[in-house]
């Protein structure tokens, strides 16, 4: 399977504890994004790398979180001293350096946190 | 305000049956637009595309209409499966001129049940 990855599927934890989810995106995309999608609601961009910058984050990433992409490769999103409200689906999507016109992002099949 | 907005927020059907979503926007300016589909548990999967020049574009049992004038779109949905009850995200890219970042804009989706 040559798709985005994303592991683990599930993660239940205690609230103030730390959690770190992974990203493999589709090998030579050197786009690489982090939504969270809570239930009944399309994805929330939280941020976005270009290679290994991070270009761009959103207002929803507290300093609680962190992402990296250390070698343009994969990608890790750290949750630091979750709430109960960080309880979500935690996607990543990855794309290739787009034309102006078409932007086609893959998706992983997500994270599932579950804060206690 | 960019903002995507879809209709309805759910809707049953009984397999064999026809049905048709709607999304309307105010994303400007406006890049492309993508229907997604999002199995539960899932990420989501593009079923089309359309650049504001396209005005129809058709997947097997999906067809998808833009009209870039009213900010307007809709997927029809023909001969519905078991398979396709899912939810139906749509999502409109966003360009700043000058740019090569893509911003996605999502709906909340439309929750389809088929029934047997």
């Known amino acids: 399977d040559t798709g985005v990855s994303q592991d683990p599927r599930h993660k239940i934890t205690k609230r103030g504890q730390n959690v770190t989810f992974r990203c493999d995106p589709i090998s030579e995309h050197n786009r690489l994004y982090w939504y969270r999608q809570t239930l009944g609601q399309g994805p929330e961009f939280l941020t976005y790398f270009q290679n290994e910058a991070q270009l761009e984050k959103s207002r929803l990433l507290s300093d609680r979180f962190s992402a990296e992409r250390p070698k343009g490769s994969f990608s890790t999103l750290e949750i630091q001293r979750t709430e109960q409200g960080d309880s979500a689906m935690y996607l990543c999507?990855?794309?290739?350096?787009?034309?102006?016109?078409?932007?086609?992002?893959?998706f992983g099949p997500g994270t599932r946190l579950t804060v206690l | 305000k960019n903002q995507v907005e879809q209709s309805p927020q759910s809707l049953i059907i009984l397999e064999g049956k026809n049905c048709t979503l709607q999304c309307n926007y105010t994303v400007s300016p406006f890049s492309n637009l993508r229907w997604y589909k999002q199995d539960t548990g899932r990420g989501p999967v593009s079923l089309t595309i359309m650049t504001f020049s396209e005005n129809t574009k058709s997947n097997g049992r999906y067809t998808a209409t833009l009209d870039a004038d009213t900010k307007q779109s809709s997927l029809h949905i023909t001969a519905s499966q078991l398979s396709d009850s899912a939810s139906y995200i749509c999502v409109v890219t966003h360009f700043d001129r000058g740019s090569t970042l893509g911003r996605l804009y999502f709906g909340r989706g439309t929750q389809l049940t088929v029934w047997p």
């Open positions: 999507a990855s794309s290739s350096l787009p034309s102006f016109s078409y932007n086609e992002q893959f």
